[in-house]
Structures are given as structure tokens and as C-alpha cells.
């Protein structure tokens, strides 16, 4: 039995017919309205809890001064960090999965999370090299993971599972080669590394979020602008050149997208486990579509990671976790689920 799904043609001045998934489009504003309330509720928490309201009256310019520097100069800046680097996980995550027309197609598993993280250790070990300095490293890490990762997997083009293969032994090398330079650290950069590695927003400030927005301010709608060749995709190599989709050029462009938005958020926050394996997974039952659902992954990845933040400092008590241990216990479950249903289904 099949269900009808409810779409809505729009038409510009233009003449451009644009169809609206009205399912896809009620998800994408639900978890938006969700990110937005459950970053008010993370601002307003901390050892200086402010309520929602208050938060709500400082963030247009309406608080004391007190609540002023809390918000704008110490909390704001840390959430804003959260809700782009989670919606920039969730895109890249959807990205990869759609491409290689796997769900288990992830940077987690393909390794580009590995490779920003060697990139930051190579800078932390053996240079010391400041916070900037961190964050440009483990940049250059992931690009150059995913650019190998591309390489070794081309063969008269890139495909799914030869793709995530390929990660994963990629993956594992860059692994083992992360292990041996915290061998080498000193104790002091060591305990540092092992911060950064577990995936954090602490400490996070505007110094973060700028380069953050402007990259996600440029790839985001070029993303969008190539969904339906990424639609296209998703039906195989064949069909897509019949209806005109530069196959090659459209699956390259939106790789280099996808390991851009993943390297930078690592960089911006650490490795954040399995916020893009997740989110996609999680809007495709949500708005019950097979398409590469970019918009609601986006929004999924921000309201993801927000909550798992809050969840981070108000479960715990005064142990406070950093974001990427609850990700990564949250993530981890949901992989094994995962795993059992692609088994019982034949796909693996």
C-alpha cells in the first residue's frame, strides 16, 4: 500500500515551478523553532542561571549590564558555535550518505574526523602551536584526508561503497598514526591533545564563530543550488547523465563541500562524534522522504548538538562532560541500532 504525499507547487515571477515536500517543510520548521529554544534554555544556564525570558529581552537589547556581558560575551558565542558546527555536521553528513548511497557513509567512519584531529596534534606535539594555530591545522588535516580518501578511491569514478571502504582503511591508518604522535607529546601537550580530542565547545568565542558562518554563509546555498543533481544521484550514474546531471562534476563539487564543512567544524570544536552519522538518519524517518533531506539533516545536526550540550552540564552535575562524550555514547547506541537493522534487511 502506498501513501500519497502532500507537495505543493510554488511558481516565481520568473516562471521557475519550484515543488514543496509540505511534510519536509513542516520538519524543517519544528526543529528549527527547537534548536532556537533549546539554545535560549543553554544560555540561560550556567553557574549564573538567567531565565528564558531574561535571555530573551538581552538578546535584543533589553537586559542589565550583568546579564549583558553573560549572554552576548561568554554564553551566546559558545551556542552559536554549537548550532553551526552541528548544522554543519548534519549537512556533510547527509552529503556523504547520499553520495555514497549508504547510511553508514559518514565522516565518522570515513575518517575525516581522524584526520583534522591528526592534523591538530601534528600542530599541538611538535610545534606547540596556539589555538589559531589548532584550528588551522586540523582544517588542513581533514582536506587533506578527504582529498586522499577521493584519490584512492577513484576509479573511473567515485562509488558508494568503494568510497566508505576506502575510509575506513583510511581511517584506521590515520588512527594509528594519532596514537603515536600522543606517544611522543610531552605531559602537558598530551593532556592538551586529549582535551581537544574529545570534542568540545568550551571556552568557545567569537573568534570561532565568524569564519564559521561566512564558510557555512557560502557552501550552504551552494549545496542547495546542486539538490537536485544530488537527487539525481541517489538513482545511479546511468540515469543521471540521461537527464543531463554532470555526474562526476556535481558528486566532486558537493565532496569538496561536504569535507569542508566537516573539517572546519572539527576545527572549530573538536571531533564531535557521530552528530553526522545521526542527524540524517534521524530527519529521513522524521519527514519519511528517500531524498538526501539537506535542509532538515541541517537542522537536525544544530538541535542535535545544542541539546546534547545542555544535556552535557545540567545531567552531570558538577562533572560536566564535554559535548562529544554524550555525542558519542548517544551516537555509539545508535550505531549498533543501526548495524542489527541494515543486517536484518540483507544490506550488509
Known amino acids: 500500500m502506498t501513501t500519497k504525499r502532500a507537495h505543493r507547487a510554488v511558481r516565481t515571477p520568473g516562471g521557475l515551478s519550484v515543488r514543496l515536500d509540505v511534510r519536509a517543510l513542516a520538519v524543517v520548521v519544528l526543529l528549527l ?83 583534522a584531529t591528526a592534523g591538530a596534534l601534528v600542530v599541538i606535539v611538535l610545534f606547540s602551536g596556539s589555538a589559531g594555530a589548532v584550528t588551522l591545522g586540523a582544517l588542513v588535516g581533514g582536506l587533506g584526508t578527504g582529498l586522499a580518501i577521493y584519490a584512492l578511491a577513484w576509479k573511473q569514478g567515485v562509488h558508494g561503497y568503494r568510497l566508505v571502504l576506502v575510509g575506513i582503511g583510511v581511517s584506521a591508518v590515520v588512527t594509528a598514526v594519532n596514537g603515536y604522535l600522543l606517544t611522543k607529546a610531552d605531559l602537558v601537550d598530551a593532556a592538551r591533545a586529549v582535551v581537544w580530542m574529545t570534542g568540545s565547545l568550551s571556552g568557545r568565542d567569537w573568534a570561532q564563530v565568524w569564519p564559521l558562518l561566512a564558510l557555512c554563509a557560502v557552501l550552504v546555498p551552494l549545496v542547495l543550488a546542486n539538490a537536485r543533481g544530488l537527487r539525481m544521484l541517489e538513482m545511479g550514474d546511468d540515469v543521471s547523465y540521461s537527464l543531463g546531471v554532470r555526474v562526476e562534476r556535481v558528486r566532486m563539487l558537493l565532496l569538496v563541500a561536504a569535507v569542508l564543512l566537516t573539517a572546519a567544524a572539527t576545527a572549530a570544536a573538536g571531533p564531535v562524534s557521530f552528530v553526522a552519522l545521526t542527524a540524517p538518519q534521524l530527519a529521513r524517518r522524521l519527514t519519511r522522504s528517500p531524498g538526501p533531506n539537506l535542509l532538515p539533516s541541517l537542522c537536525m545536526g544544530a538541535a542535535l548538538l545544542v541539546t546534547a550540550d545542555w544535556v552535557s552540564q545540567r545531567v552531570f552535575g558538577a562533572d560536566q562532560l564535554p559535548v562529544g562524550v554524550v555525542t558519542g555514547v548517544l551516537g555509539g547506541a545508535y550505531l549498533l541500532w543501526l548495524l542489527v537493522a541494515e543486517r536484518r534487511a540483507g544490506r550488509i
Open 33 to 115: 523553532l527547537a534548536a532556537l529554544a533549546a539554545s535560549v534554555v543553554l544560555i540561560g544556564t550556567g553557574d549564573f542561571p538567567i531565565p528564558a525570558g531574561d535571555v530573551l529581552k538581552t538578546l535584543v537589547g533589553d537586559g542589565n549590564p550583568g546579564q549583558e556581558f553573560i549572554v552576548t560575551e561568554l554564553r551566546l558565542p559558545r551556542v552559536l558555535v554549537g548550532l553551526l558546527v552541528g548544522a554543519s555536521l548534519g549537512l556533510g553528513g547527509a552529503l556523504f550518505q547520499s553520495i555514497s548511497r549508504n547510511p553508514l557513509g559518514s565522516p565518522d567512519v570515513l575518517g575525516l574526523g581522524q584526520g
